[in-house]
């Protein structure tokens, strides 16, 4: 079985990086590492480059010590030890509520509650077997935003078992909010990939930051000012033949989906990140009916 760190970096190589363009800049700099478990690169343009990039990737530091599953002492990692949060972050907050939104927006489809699920799935693949329909049922017993509680005192589930994850948008969301900051430093031209790729600007060449889809139209997208998320269904695995994908309806506890891959092209990085994910176990009615502004591409 793949681990959860491994996704992330599979889902996010769906997206391959721009080529910096040919324009020779010595204000022109990038940075490579790692985000919440996926690899992170940050391209920008700025005579103090340097010191931007070192801010941007405290930022990113500081974000993990939040939403990552990987720290024993991040505050999700806390809050799903404990079952409370006690004067949660106020990013906390904020990407909870954006979770809120993206849930009933898309009826249900977008639930960071499935971490339970997903915990089942995992101990039950590495034994060698498919997760028992009873113990399915047990899990989907504590998926359901429903049992979320959140306020900036507190974030609090409603009965013993629900755990969160934020891996679906909390790339997304870090990606927003290092632009932010560059942004409010004066950069006019960046791209950050932080597992999903938020942009700046028009890119070196001023024709747009070219995104490529390696989907099977193997499409280039420009992206000026915008945002692009991927999810694909088998972009890993829970068994060793590569059949059952880590995607698991919240709604259902099953995994699978409509979409082999889809992506999401918004202004805000969280939110094509969480559409996307959703996307993959919506119907093209659906997707159409919730969709928004945002541009979808569907494989």
């Given at each position: 079985?793949?681990?959860?760190?491994?996704?992330?970096?599979?889902?996010?190589?769906?997206?391959?990086?721009?080529?910096?363009?040919?324009?020779?800049s010595?204000?022109?700099?990038?940075?490579?590492g790692?985000?919440?478990?996926?690899?992170?690169?940050?391209?920008l343009?700025?005579?103090?480059?340097?010191?931007?990039?070192?801010?941007?990737?405290?930022?990113?530091?500081?974000?993990?010590?939040?939403?990552?599953?990987?720290?024993?002492?991040s505050?999700?990692?806390?809050?799903?030890?404990?079952?409370?949060?006690?004067?949660?972050?106020?990013?906390?907050?904020?990407?909870?509520?954006?979770?809120?939104?993206?849930?009933?927006?898309?009826?249900?489809?977008?639930?960071p509650?499935?971490?339970?699920?997903?915990?089942?799935?995992?101990?039950?693949?590495?034994?060698?077997?498919?997760?028992?329909?009873?113990?399915?049922?047990?899990?989907?017993?504590?998926?359901?935003?429903?049992?979320?509680e959140?306020?900036?005192?507190?974030?609090s589930?409603?009965?013993?078992?629900?755990?969160?994850?934020?891996?679906?948008?909390?790339?997304?969301?870090?990606?927003?909010?290092?632009?932010?900051?560059?942004?409010?430093?004066?950069?006019?031209?960046?791209?950050?990939?932080?597992?999903?790729?938020?942009?700046?600007?028009?890119?070196?060449?001023?024709?747009?930051?070219?995104?490529?889809?390696?989907?099977?139209?193997?499409?280039?997208?420009?992206?000026?000012?915008?945002?692009?998320?991927?999810?694909?269904?088998?972009?890993?695995?829970?068994?060793?033949?590569?059949?059952?994908?880590?995607?698991?309806?919240p709604?259902?506890?099953?995994?699978?989906?409509?979409?082999?891959?889809?992506?999401?092209?918004?202004?805000?990085?969280?939110?094509?990140?969480?559409?996307?994910?959703?996307?993959?176990?919506?119907?093209?009615?659906?997707?159409?009916?919730?969709?928004?502004?945002?541009?979808?591409?569907?494989?």
């Amino acid at each position: 079985m793949t681990t959860r760190r491994k996704i992330l970096t599979i889902i996010a190589g769906a997206a391959a990086l721009p080529a910096v363009g040919a324009r020779a800049s010595n204000d022109l700099k990038q940075w490579r590492g790692i985000a919440l478990g996926a690899n992170a690169h940050i391209i920008l343009e700025h005579p103090d480059a340097d010191r931007l990039i070192n801010n941007a990737v405290d930022e990113i530091h500081r974000l993990e010590k939040i939403f990552s599953l990987y720290q024993a002492d991040s505050q999700i990692s806390r809050l799903n030890n404990e079952g409370v949060l006690h004067e949660p972050a106020f990013e906390m907050i904020e990407l909870l509520s954006l979770c809120s939104r993206l849930n009933e927006r898309t009826k249900g489809a977008f639930d960071p509650t499935v971490q339970a699920l997903w915990s089942l799935y995992a101990e039950s693949f590495s034994a060698g077997r498919y997760p028992t329909e009873k113990r399915i049922h047990q899990a989907l017993s504590v998926t359901g935003w429903n049992h979320v509680e959140f306020s900036t005192q507190q974030v609090s589930f409603d009965r013993a078992g629900v755990m969160l994850t934020l891996n679906g948008i909390a790339q997304g969301y870090i990606a927003d909010k290092v632009k932010k900051l560059l942004s409010d430093n004066g950069v006019t031209s960046a791209l950050v990939n932080a597992g999903e790729i938020a942009t700046l600007g028009g890119g070196p060449k001023g024709d747009g930051w070219q995104v490529e889809l390696r989907n099977s139209q193997d499409q280039n997208i420009p992206l000026h000012n915008r945002s692009i998320a991927t999810s694909a269904l088998l972009g890993t695995t829970f068994n060793a033949n590569g059949t059952v994908g880590h995607i698991l309806d919240p709604r259902t506890g099953y995994a699978g989906g409509v979409w082999s891959e889809v992506s999401v092209v918004s202004n805000s990085s969280a939110e094509a990140d969480g559409l996307s994910t959703a996307f993959c176990l919506m119907p093209a009615a659906e997707i159409s009916a919730c969709k928004g502004d945002s541009e979808v591409y569907l494989s």
